[in-house]
């Protein structure tokens, strides 16, 4: 009676796989989920601040930032959301609460899609006005 439910159960997860279905996905770095509509691209770490901050980027398709903004708003509760701009390219920054991680969306033209999404460790700016400022092409983030 086992045999067959497990061969029903191996054939469910092969029709997902061959039909393009895919799990969600984690960022290795942060731990949070990823949006759908991703591809890894790089890593990076660099000294912001005065703090070692990891980045992890992910290429983005063509979905529009209010999109992605309302799925990461759904997926990162107690998250606060940063809108800024920076050199008239929308940038929106997901930021929990103690600053430790945060996720960046980054707009590829005014009224456009995303381009990419960068999930950020130890990036701590001063508070989210800096950042705010920053975000609109104003003072340094971690003065």
Known sequence: M???RVQILALI???LCASGARA???DPLTRLPVYPETEYASSDTQNVCGTKVQDATYSARSDNLATVDRW???HFRGFSLIHGTNRDYPYDA???PDD???VSVLGSGPNEGVE???YHRNAKPANASNLTNWLDGGDPICK
Do not use: D
Request: charged share 10%; net charge positive; hydrophobic share 50%.
């Open 2 to 4: 086992l045999k067959p």
């Open 24 to 26: 969600a996905q984690n």
């Open 94 to 96: 997901f930021v929990r």
């Open 72 to 74: 990461y708003a759904a």
């Open 100 to 102: 430790t991680l945060s």
């Open 116 to 118: 990419a999404i960068v």
């Open 13 to 15: 997860s092969l029709g």
